[in-house]
Every structure is written in structure tokens, then in C-alpha cells.
């Protein structure tokens, strides 16, 4: 296929955004085994009162030193807990360092767990998404009965995370009645190729008006493909009346999507961060791995490389990044 021009580009990408194609899909890899509703019903949200115990995880992670062959990397997951409204706990979880690249990789994988095969390779994305997948489970042991867990993103695992791992998960959640949500801030959802959720942003302002809130059910997992997997039904959804997005939720299946929803939207009515569960907004803060925090955390191996005598100039050569170099000016 010839390369597009950019004008060409540019008319493609305005007809998708017009077009009026049905067909629902997701270009992620992980969604493959989802079954896409055939028509989206939408259906008006209001709030319940919200869950008097309240857990919410995130994941961060940082590169500290790349020298391409080899790399330090820090990840770790955070978990808040709010009990009738009020925060309790704020654990920005342990900050933990690891060596990425060629055989180093191998030592990463030790002590992983999760039944994460030993021949996997290892990156930040899977290392990040296993910290925060142990936090979960562990939110899930210390919740009370009737506890929501907020997960930042969906409930899907990285692929080298086997499913089964978070079918049990969701098993046990259901066994001590604490539900597991998973709220994605910026989804892949399409529908025609095109954005779906700010589609339904717009018909739901054009079905509720400008303060309506709503929700409609989008796909939901397939057990003939995965029958050790999580069972999970995907969801779109309006939580506040003065928020003007909109976003996917993924819920177990067979819960009722309606009365979880409400309880979820209860916890959407932050000014600063209008329509997303504000326990989650603490989450992604305590995550975080700002650049001052990757500059402390330089400073602390440049004091390990001074002990182990590692000179300056050796340290420049591996890690100094040569496109910075030439593109100064």
C-alpha cells in the first residue's frame, strides 16, 4: 500500500470522525477476546449512596539510567483507602529498582510470581502492571464486605500475565462481596474506526440534555476463548452531571452493571476532577514518578557508583543520550 500523502492523511482521518459505520471494535491487542454488543443501548444513570469502604490502586514508573543494552527502572503501586468519605490511607507503595536488558531481564523475573512463565520477557510495562495487580489483590483482603476497588485502567492483564490470575482474583472478590471495577481514562474503544466514546459524549447530550448522566453496555468477554480468564462485561458511562466525558468501565460479569454504576458514580463528584472516581485521582498522584523523584533517585545511584568507584566518565559514555547531544541546537 503507497504512503499517504498528508492531505490524503487528513481526509481519511476526517472521514472516519464523520462516518457512520456501526461496527464496534478495539485495536488493542488485549480486547481479543471481547464480543462487541450488536447495538448499544443507553440507558439514564443516577447515583446511589456511596460504598462506605473504598479502595483505589495505580501504578507508576520511571527510567532512570538508559544505556540501551541495559537500564534501571523503578515501579511501584499505590493503594488509598476512603471509609465514609474520609481518606484513611495513603500508601505511595515501595519504590522498587530493577535492571532491564539482555540478561538481566532474567533476574526481574525472580520472585514475580502472578504464574508468570520464566521465559517471559520481562519490560516496565509488565513489571508496573504486576505491582499494581498485587496491590489489588491485597485491597481485596483488607476490604470490608460491600467494598468497592477501583483499578486504574482495565481488567485486563498484560499478556504475560495469565488470565487465570485475575479470573481467581474476582472469584475471591465475589466470595468476601467486594466488588472490582476498572476505570480507563483514556480508552481505545471505536466504533466505524472512529472515537467511540466521544460519540456517545454527544448522543447522550442529545438523548439526556447537557446534565444527563447514562451508561450503555459495550462487549463483554468470551468464556469459549478463555475459560480460566476474568469474566468481565464492558460498559461506557457518564458519571456527573457537570462532567463532560465520558468513560469505560469494565465490571465482572453477571453483576448488576446498573447498581454498581451508581454506587461508582457516587464517587465522581470531585470539582477538580469532575465525571472520575476521586479515590482514583489520589491513587495516580501517590504513583506518580515525577522528574524530581527520578533526579533523587539519580542522585542515590550516582552515591552507589561513587562507592563502587565507577568514574564520572564512565557513567557520561554509558548513559548520555547522543540524540541530545546532536539536536542542541
Same mark, same amino acid.
Request: negative net charge; contains cysteine.
Given at each position: 500500500?503507497? +504512503?499517504?500523502?498528508?492531505?490524503?492523511?487528513?481526509?481519511?482521518?476526517?472521514?472516519?470522525?464523520?462516518?457512520?459505520?456501526?461496527?464496534?471494535?478495539?485495536?488493542?491487542?488485549?480486547? %481479543?477476546?471481547?464480543?462487541?454488543?450488536?447495538?448499544?443501548?443507553? =440507558?439514564?444513570?443516577?447515583?446511589?449512596?456511596?460504598?462506605?469502604?473504598?479502595?483505589?490502586?495505580?501504578?507508576g514508573q520511571a527510567?532512570?539510567?538508559?544505556a540501551r543494552c541495559? %537500564?534501571?527502572?523503578?515501579?511501584?503501586?499505590?493503594?488509598?483507602?476512603?471509609?465514609?468519605?474520609?481518606?484513611?490511607?495513603?500508601?505511595?507503595?515501595?519504590?522498587?529498582?530493577?535492571?532491564?536488558?539482555?540478561?538481566?531481564?532474567?533476574?526481574?523475573? %525472580?520472585?514475580?510470581?502472578?504464574?508468570?512463565?520464566?521465559?517471559?520477557?520481562?519490560?516496565?510495562?509488565?513489571?508496573?502492571?504486576?505491582?499494581?495487580?498485587?496491590?489489588?489483590?491485597?485491597?481485596?483482603? !483488607?476490604?470490608?464486605?460491600? /467494598?468497592?476497588?477501583?483499578?486504574?485502567?482495565?481488567?485486563?492483564?498484560?499478556? =504475560?500475565?495469565?488470565? &487465570?490470575?485475575?479470573?481467581?482474583?474476582?472469584?475471591?472478590?465475589?466470595?468476601?462481596?467486594?466488588?472490582?471495577?476498572?476505570?480507563?481514562?483514556?480508552?481505545?474503544? &471505536?466504533?466505524?474506526?472512529?472515537?467511540?466514546?466521544?460519540?456517545?459524549?454527544?448522543?447522550?447530550?442529545?438523548?439526556?440534555?447537557?446534565?444527563?448522566?447514562?451508561?450503555?453496555?459495550?462487549?463483554?468477554?468470551?468464556?469459549?476463548?478463555?475459560?480460566?480468564?476474568?469474566?468481565?462485561?464492558?460498559? /461506557? +458511562?457518564?458519571?456527573?452531571?457537570?462532567?463532560?466525558?465520558?468513560?469505560?468501565?469494565?465490571?465482572?460479569?453477571?453483576?448488576?452493571?446498573?447498581?454498581?454504576? +451508581?454506587?461508582?458514580? %457516587?464517587?465522581?463528584?470531585?470539582?477538580?476532577?469532575?465525571?472520575?472516581?476521586?479515590?482514583?485521582?489520589?491513587?495516580?498522584?501517590?504513583?506518580?514518578?515525577?522528574?524530581?523523584?527520578?533526579?533523587?533517585?539519580?542522585?542515590?545511584?550516582?552515591?552507589?557508583?561513587?562507592?563502587?568507584?565507577?568514574?564520572?566518565?564512565?557513567?557520561?559514555?554509558?548513559?548520555?543520550?547522543?540524540?541530545?547531544?546532536? !539536536?542542541?541546537?
Amino acid at each position: 500500500m503507497p +504512503a499517504l500523502t498528508l492531505d490524503a492523511a487528513a481526509d481519511r482521518l476526517a472521514a472516519l470522525l464523520m462516518g457512520t459505520s456501526t461496527l464496534l471494535g478495539d485495536p488493542d491487542p488485549s480486547s %481479543a477476546n471481547l464480543e462487541f454488543e450488536d447495538t448499544l443501548e443507553m =440507558r439514564p444513570l443516577h447515583r446511589s449512596a456511596p460504598p462506605a469502604d473504598v479502595w483505589a490502586c495505580d501504578g507508576g514508573q520511571a527510567v532512570v539510567a538508559d544505556a540501551r543494552c541495559v %537500564a534501571l527502572v523503578v515501579t511501584r503501586a499505590a493503594r488509598v483507602r476512603f471509609q465514609d468519605g474520609a481518606c484513611v490511607l495513603e500508601d505511595e507503595g515501595e519504590l522498587r529498582g530493577h535492571l532491564l536488558g539482555g540478561s538481566e531481564g532474567k533476574a526481574a523475573m %525472580a520472585g514475580l510470581g502472578l504464574g508468570i512463565e520464566a521465559t517471559t520477557t520481562v519490560d516496565l510495562n509488565l513489571l508496573r502492571d504486576h505491582g499494581e495487580w498485587k496491590a489489588v489483590a491485597a485491597c481485596v483482603e !483488607e476490604a470490608d464486605p460491600g /467494598a468497592v476497588v477501583l483499578v486504574d485502567g482495565d481488567l485486563v492483564p498484560d499478556w =504475560r500475565i495469565p488470565s &487465570s490470575f485475575v479470573g481467581r482474583l474476582l472469584d475471591r472478590a465475589a466470595e468476601r462481596g467486594v466488588l472490582i471495577a476498572g476505570v480507563t481514562k483514556r480508552s481505545s474503544l &471505536s466504533r466505524g474506526g472512529a472515537p467511540l466514546l466521544g460519540q456517545l459524549e454527544s448522543e447522550g447530550q442529545e438523548t439526556y440534555g447537557k446534565r444527563g448522566m447514562w451508561f450503555t453496555k459495550v462487549a463483554h468477554t468470551r468464556p469459549d476463548l478463555d475459560a480460566e480468564g476474568p469474566g468481565l462485561q464492558v460498559v /461506557a +458511562a457518564r458519571l456527573d452531571p457537570d462532567a463532560p466525558f465520558a468513560f469505560r468501565i469494565d465490571l465482572p460479569a453477571g453483576i448488576d452493571a446498573e447498581e454498581a454504576l +451508581a454506587k461508582i458514580a %457516587a464517587l465522581c463528584d470531585d470539582a477538580a476532577f469532575p465525571g472520575y472516581p476521586y479515590p482514583l485521582t489520589v491513587a495516580d498522584r501517590l504513583a506518580a514518578c515525577p522528574g524530581w523523584l527520578k533526579q533523587e533517585v539519580r542522585m542515590q545511584l550516582d552515591d552507589h557508583f561513587d562507592r563502587a568507584g565507577v568514574p564520572l566518565d564512565v557513567r557520561e559514555r554509558a548513559f548520555t543520550d547522543r540524540h541530545d547531544l546532536m !539536536e542542541r541546537f
